[in-house]
């Protein structure tokens, strides 16, 4: 197979989530041709089966072929961000903003590295910034109803995951967002009902089973909450949730 062939079947396959085929199939690329996009692909594959380290090495190789490659910069931001090194990840993310200020998801992203660092006012400032270049971005909208939850402005958070919805029906994270909110608030009926409407929109996402394992342990419907913890288990791998794993799997043993 040429080069552009086997990126072609390396990207199908990621896209079908066989990442090991992936993995395969872009390191012949690799062996034919160095390029950004095969080493971005190769990352993406490498951190779809865990492999850290390697994904951050291959990012690496890709931004040294071409340094401002807007792609590359936000996958690096993403893994930084995941592996909880704050510091890299908003290097990343500004450097794409000097590279293109008028790049919204870049501001938000800074603005979740900024919220996760507990710097909620820069964090704000920096969604809003998003707002300001796209107001219809559901990943904005998101991002600053998580901002609110953590000022504790919990109804201008419940009105920027609604804001969310209406911009995207199906969006699944805002359905999320707002069912945790919900929870938070003993609105449970309500709370269940964004969390299934989530989850019907992207079964994949680990939170919702949380949310609804809470939800149905508040109410002693004790099976239904063990098996969406066992589900919540099965679906977060990430490094930076291994508190919450840990205690989701006590909290298992004793139902």
Same mark, same amino acid.
């Given at each position: 197979?040429?080069?552009?062939?086997?990126?072609?079947?390396?990207?199908?396959?990621?896209?079908?989530?066989?990442?090991?085929?992936?993995?395969?199939?872009?390191?012949?690329?690799?062996?034919?041709? &160095?390029?950004?996009?095969?080493?971005?692909?190769?990352? !993406?594959?490498?951190?779809?089966?865990?492999?850290?380290?390697?994904?951050?090495?291959?990012?690496?190789?890709?931004? !040294?072929?071409?340094?401002?490659?807007?792609?590359?910069?936000?996958?690096?931001?993403?893994?930084?961000?995941?592996?909880?090194?704050?510091?890299?990840?908003?290097?990343?993310?500004?450097?794409?903003?000097?590279? !293109?200020?008028?790049?919204?998801?870049?501001?938000?992203?800074?603005?979740?590295?900024?919220?996760?660092?507990?710097?909620?006012?820069?964090?704000?400032?920096?969604?809003? +910034?998003?707002?300001?270049?796209?107001? +219809?971005?559901?990943?904005?909208?998101?991002?600053? %109803?998580?901002?609110?939850?953590?000022?504790?402005?919990?109804?201008?958070?419940?009105?920027?995951? &609604?804001?969310?919805?209406?911009?995207?029906?199906?969006?699944?994270?805002?359905?999320?967002?707002? %069912?945790?909110?919900?929870?938070?608030?003993?609105?449970?009926?309500?709370?269940?009902?964004?969390?299934?409407? %989530?989850? !019907?929109?992207?079964?994949?996402?680990?939170? %919702?089973?949380?949310?609804?394992?809470?939800?149905?342990?508040?109410?002693?419907?004790?099976?239904?909450?063990?098996?969406?913890?066992?589900?919540?288990?099965?679906?977060?791998?990430?490094?930076?949730?291994?508190?919450?794993?840990?205690?989701?799997?006590?909290?298992?043993?004793?139902?």
């Amino acid at each position: 197979m040429t080069f552009d062939q086997l990126l072609d079947k390396g990207r199908t396959a990621l896209e079908e989530g066989d990442s090991k085929s992936a993995l395969q199939t872009l390191q012949q690329a690799l062996k034919q041709q &160095q390029s950004a996009e095969a080493w971005l692909l190769m990352a !993406e594959a490498e951190m779809e089966e865990g492999l850290l380290v390697r994904a951050r090495k291959s990012l690496d190789r890709g931004l !040294e072929l071409e340094p401002e490659n807007i792609d590359l910069l936000y996958a690096l931001g993403d893994l930084s961000l995941e592996e909880e090194r704050g510091a890299e990840a908003l290097q990343a993310f500004e450097r794409i903003i000097a590279l !293109e200020p008028a790049e919204s998801d870049a501001w938000v992203s800074k603005a979740m590295v900024q919220l996760n660092s507990a710097e909620i006012a820069d964090a704000e400032e920096s969604c809003r +910034q998003a707002l300001t270049l796209d107001q +219809q971005s559901v990943f904005a909208w998101n991002a600053l %109803g998580d901002i609110c939850v953590a000022a504790g402005r919990e109804d201008e958070a419940r009105s920027c995951f &609604q804001q969310a919805i209406e911009l995207e029906p199906d969006d699944p994270q805002a359905y999320l967002s707002l %069912g945790d909110l919900l929870y938070e608030s003993g609105e449970l009926k309500e709370a269940e009902a964004a969390c299934l409407k %989530g989850l !019907e929109q992207d079964a994949g996402l680990p939170m %919702g089973y949380l949310t609804l394992g809470n939800i149905y342990l508040d109410q002693d419907r004790h099976r239904e909450a063990s098996e969406n913890f066992r589900q919540f288990l099965r679906l977060e791998k990430s490094p930076s949730a291994k508190q919450i794993r840990d205690e989701v799997s006590a909290l298992l043993e004793g139902l």
